[in-house]
């Protein structure tokens, strides 16, 4: 160990990137180890190994890419080892990157040792110092994709379900290749590789091999070591009957029946899909005097909801849906539930917060997400904690950057929302400090976006929408930036411009995801989002003006800047059912946007 206090401090407060754990055994030890099981503080079962290892031995395990540890983290080593008697005995060595020793090695390479009954571990890694860790990054680590099974009758909605809630176009169910489904097989996009979904078909009455299938496939899914693995979710759909219809057959029966046995703690919800088809009958076969909705209700509670909880108990979790246009708040709700029980059941938040990283049907679910991320680490630590400890203002504000964007999960191949442009292009406080109070009646958030956008769009003779391309993408933006990061490392005391930044940045991603619906991001769909930004920022900045931000270095200071970060936020926010008729208006699906040059 360093006798530098400052180097010692400065290794503590570092992310250890493990390359390699080593378990060893001392030549004139009578164990034999059978398998190894390596576990961190957040992450339960990181490698199982099955590895024999007899006196004098050695074995290592690596990492690739790097194990990501904290300075607060520590690594579990659980060994099964047999004596020469035949007798089993279990050997549990923890190591706390702040208790053990360290010891540096050639070119920033650091080795943490503990010796226990003549076994040896060695955990090795390199203190990285030149790039900040992503709180998403960790998280995502441990659980890289949110494993989803569906379950239906073909033609019952479950391909248009997936491209609508995690906005993919190439993943096909059995509704597409209808009476076949390989349970096994997994279906993943390119276009959002933090979602993988298996496809069942439904249970016919007298069929009990597909049941059996699935009860397997859950069994060895829940075996599985890695938790990206296991299993996350299961959606049971249900076309809603009509004409005096049946919503259960008897094979669903039998398995809702058995959904607790086939299922164990993996949260259920049941699907009633198509719902736009009863809207349609009731517009047609209304009773007189009826009201359209009180008549709706009635009518699923006597032949969706009452059947559904009479074979399978008051607690089942059901909500009814459609993929068709106009419903999109119907398939917020979906993944809402679905969340909900996943809090119900999944001890481990990363499957909760990958899921929410795969969905792009809910801004609500994205903001509570970045909000909650933030505050678990960077957004309060900027200016007081160890973590940022010898970066510049710029890295701070991209690690923040990142976990931001990781959140929304744009289809972003060429990682344009990454570009150093768009830190910059944010990082505008021209009118902070020398501007008047903010007006108490303003327009909505989805208001002043949207005259944004109206801005940058013409109509052509065609009736179609075609916006004004932005060339260069960002140079005219960024022209008026004044303010280098010198000037706000000077001022870094004031955390209205940290403020600004969050709120802004995360406004901005909203604008993106109205605009993008699911499909590619260029370096010009972030131009346009942020040119349509203009009016809403300067609202949002005269609100972080009014501020006392020196709130931020008093003691308790950071929990009124946190607060007040969340309040503009929510203030600037578009709801869950605004969506679509924002998209409407703004002209998406009808909009051109220009082909990326690069």
């Given at each position: 160990?360093?006798?530098?206090?400052?180097?010692s401090?400065e290794?503590?407060a570092?992310?250890?990137?493990?390359s390699?754990?080593?378990?060893?055994?001392?030549?004139?030890?009578?164990k034999?180890?059978g398998?190894?099981k390596?576990?961190?503080?957040?992450?339960?079962?990181?490698?199982d190994?099955?590895?024999v290892?007899?006196?004098g031995?050695?074995?290592?395990?690596?990492?690739?890419?790097?194990?990501?540890?904290?300075?607060?983290?520590?690594?579990?080593?659980?060994l099964?080892?047999?004596?020469?008697?035949?007798k089993r005995?279990?050997v549990?060595?923890?190591?706390?990157?702040?208790?053990?020793?360290?010891?540096?090695?050639?070119?920033?390479?650091?080795?943490?040792?503990?010796?226990?009954?003549?076994?040896?571990?060695?955990?090795?890694g390199?203190?990285?110092?030149?790039?900040?860790?992503?709180t998403?990054?960790?998280i995502?680590?441990?659980?890289?994709?949110?494993?989803?099974?569906i379950?239906?009758?073909?033609?019952?909605?479950?391909?248009?379900?997936?491209?609508?809630v995690?906005?993919v176009?190439?993943?096909h169910?059995?509704?597409?290749?209808?009476?076949?489904?390989?349970?096994d097989?997994?279906?993943?996009?390119?276009?959002?590789?933090r979602?993988?979904?298996?496809?069942?078909?439904?249970?016919?009455a007298?069929?009990?091999?597909?049941?059996?299938?699935?009860?397997?496939?859950?069994?060895?899914?829940?075996?599985?070591a890695?938790?990206?693995?296991q299993?996350?979710?299961?959606?049971?759909?249900?076309?809603?009957?009509?004409?005096?219809?049946?919503?259960?057959?008897?094979g669903?029966?039998?398995?809702?029946?058995r959904?607790?046995?086939?299922?164990?703690?993996?949260?259920?919800?049941?699907?009633l899909?198509?719902?736009d088809?009863?809207?349609?009958?009731?517009?047609?076969?209304?009773?007189?005097?009826?009201d359209?909705?009180?008549?709706?209700?009635?009518?699923?509670?006597?032949?969706c909801?009452?059947?559904?909880?009479?074979?399978?108990?008051?607690d089942?979790?059901?909500v009814?849906?459609s993929?068709?246009d106009g419903?999109?708040?119907?398939?917020?709700?979906l993944?809402?539930?679905?969340?909900?029980?996943?809090?119900?059941y999944?001890?481990?938040?990363?499957?909760?917060v990958?899921?929410?990283?795969?969905?792009?049907?809910?801004?609500?679910?994205?903001?509570?997400?970045?909000?909650?991320l933030?505050?678990?680490?960077?957004?309060?630590?900027?200016?007081?904690?160890?973590?940022?400890?010898?970066h510049?203002?710029?890295?701070?504000?991209?690690?923040?950057?990142?976990?931001i964007i990781?959140?929304?999960?744009?289809?972003d191949?060429?990682?344009?929302?990454?570009?150093?442009?768009?830190t910059?292009?944010?990082l505008?406080?021209d009118?902070?400090?020398?501007?008047?109070?903010?007006?108490?009646?303003?327009?909505?958030?989805?208001?002043?976006l949207?005259?944004?956008?109206?801005?940058?769009?013409?109509?052509?003779?065609?009736g179609?929408?075609?916006?004004?391309?932005?060339?260069?993408?960002?140079?005219a933006?960024?022209?008026v930036v004044?303010?280098?990061?010198?000037?706000?490392?000077e001022?870094?005391?004031?955390?209205?411009?940290?403020?600004?930044?969050?709120?802004d940045?995360i406004?901005?991603m909203?604008?993106?995801?109205?605009?993008?619906s699911?499909?590619?991001?260029?370096?010009?769909?972030?131009?346009?989002?942020?040119?349509?930004?203009?009016?809403?920022?300067?609202i949002?900045?005269?609100m972080?003006?009014?501020?006392?931000?020196?709130?931020?270095?008093?003691?308790?200071?950071?929990?009124?800047?946190?607060?007040?970060?969340?309040?503009?936020?929510?203030?600037?926010s578009?709801?869950?059912?605004?969506?679509?008729?924002?998209?409407?208006?703004?002209?998406?699906?009808r909009?051109?946007?220009?082909?990326?040059?690069?």
């Amino acid at each position: 160990m360093s006798n530098n206090p400052s180097a010692s401090q400065e290794i503590l407060a570092s992310t250890l990137y493990v390359s390699n754990i080593d378990i060893s055994l001392a030549r004139d030890s009578r164990k034999t180890i059978g398998s190894i099981k390596l576990g961190t503080k957040n992450v339960e079962l990181v490698k199982d190994v099955q590895k024999v290892i007899r006196a004098g031995g050695m074995h290592r395990v690596e990492f690739d890419p790097p194990l990501l540890l904290d300075p607060d983290d520590h690594v579990s080593v659980s060994l099964s080892c047999s004596l020469r008697m035949r007798k089993r005995v279990d050997v549990a060595i923890n190591i706390n990157l702040r208790d053990v020793e360290c010891m540096r090695g050639e070119q920033g390479v650091r080795s943490y040792r503990k010796k226990l009954r003549n076994i040896e571990v060695v955990v090795t890694g390199v203190l990285d110092q030149q790039s900040l860790v992503a709180t998403t990054t960790q998280i995502i680590q441990s659980c890289s994709q949110f494993r989803l099974l569906i379950i239906g009758n073909s033609g019952v909605g479950k391909s248009s379900l997936i491209r609508r809630v995690f906005g993919v176009k190439d993943v096909h169910t059995s509704d597409t290749i209808r009476g076949s489904a390989d349970i096994d097989r997994e279906f993943v996009s390119p276009t959002n590789e933090r979602f993988v979904v298996h496809d069942s078909l439904g249970f016919e009455a007298g069929d009990e091999e597909n049941m059996d299938i699935v009860k397997e496939f859950v069994a060895r899914r829940k075996a599985m070591a890695r938790l990206k693995d296991q299993l996350h979710a299961v959606w049971l759909c249900l076309e809603i009957p009509y004409s005096g219809g049946r919503l259960l057959e008897a094979g669903v029966e039998k398995f809702l029946q058995r959904r607790n046995e086939i299922l164990g703690k993996i949260p259920l919800v049941v699907v009633l899909t198509k719902v736009d088809l009863l809207d349609t009958q009731l517009e047609l076969d209304l009773p007189a005097n009826e009201d359209p909705e009180h008549y709706k209700s009635r009518y699923l509670d006597e032949h969706c909801i009452t059947p559904l909880r009479k074979v399978a108990g008051s607690d089942v979790t059901h909500v009814t849906v459609s993929s068709q246009d106009g419903y999109s708040e119907s398939l917020s709700c979906l993944y809402k539930v679905t969340d909900e029980n996943m809090a119900k059941y999944h001890v481990d938040e990363a499957p909760r917060v990958v899921a929410t990283i795969a969905q792009r049907i809910s801004i609500k679910e994205k903001l509570e997400l970045s909000i909650a991320l933030g505050k678990k680490r960077y957004w309060k630590t900027l200016w007081k904690s160890a973590f940022f400890r010898g970066h510049t203002l710029k890295e701070c504000l991209q690690v923040i950057r990142r976990d931001i964007i990781t959140v929304w999960n744009f289809n972003d191949p060429d990682e344009c929302l990454l570009d150093d442009n768009i830190t910059e292009a944010l990082l505008r406080i021209d009118n902070l400090g020398d501007t008047p109070s903010a007006q108490s009646n303003i327009a909505s958030f989805a208001d002043l976006l949207l005259s944004g956008f109206e801005l940058f769009k013409n109509l052509s003779e065609s009736g179609d929408v075609t916006l004004i391309a932005l060339a260069p993408a960002l140079s005219a933006v960024i022209s008026v930036v004044q303010t280098t990061y010198e000037t706000y490392q000077e001022a870094k005391r004031d955390v209205k411009i940290l403020m600004a930044y969050i709120v802004d940045l995360i406004c901005v991603m909203q604008a993106i995801f109205l605009i993008a619906s699911g499909d590619r991001v260029t370096s010009e769909t972030a131009a346009l989002a942020v040119r349509a930004y203009e009016k809403p920022r300067k609202i949002v900045h005269l609100m972080v003006d009014a501020f006392d931000g020196k709130l931020g270095v008093l003691p308790g200071g950071w929990d009124h800047v946190l607060e007040k970060i969340e309040a503009l936020i929510w203030r600037h926010s578009i709801a869950d059912h605004e969506i679509e008729e924002l998209r409407w208006k703004i002209g998406v699906g009808r909009v051109v946007l220009p082909s990326d040059s690069s």
